[in-house]
């Protein structure tokens, strides 16, 4: 179990600490929503979070195999819903490296698909992943 903590700044700004490490983040609400949009928003930590742990868990499965996944890269682009406001779609792009394997590249795939945040989030978010 992982203990976040978080206080409100004011301005519609928070800073979070994570609890084992220490590190700490700030959340900004964003211009369309009141804010100054001068960090992350809450939902853009949770498109972060879908692309950064899609790769983390495409790189913990290759490195099982001894897979070099060196140079993956990603993008998320987020797009808001309105009543209620949420996040309605994300789209997310991995770029693998070339050179895999046909067998390696669908496995890897499958694997990043099946990632915590992904099996996590509401139905009612629009997904789109695409791996060049």
């Known amino acids: 179990m992982v203990r976040i903590e978080a ?7 928070c800073t979070a600490t994570h609890g084992p490490s220490g ?7 964003p211009v369309d929503n009141k804010g100054k ?3 992350f928003s809450p939902t853009d ?3 972060t979070s879908m692309l950064t742990c899609m790769m ?9 195999k001894e897979i070099d996944v060196s140079g993956m890269s990603g993008s998320v682009e987020k797009t808001m ?10 789209e997310v792009v991995v770029n693998l490296p070339s050179g895999l394997s046909h067998e ?6 499958t694997e990043g698909c099946n990632c915590p945040v992904c099996l996590s989030v509401s ?6 992943v695409t791996f060049q």
């Open 45 to 47: 930590l949770l498109a």
């Open 104 to 109: 390696d590249r669908a496995w890897l795939i």
């Open 81 to 90: 819903a309105a009543n209620p406001r949420r996040v309605g779609k994300l």
């Open 23 to 29: 590190n700490t983040l700030v959340t900004d609400a």
């Open 37 to 39: 949009g001068e960090s």
């Open 56 to 64: 983390t868990i495409v790189a913990i499965r290759a490195d099982s």
């Open 123 to 128: 139905e009612s978010m629009e997904v789109d």
């Open 7 to 13: 206080k409100y700044d004011g301005n519609l700004r």
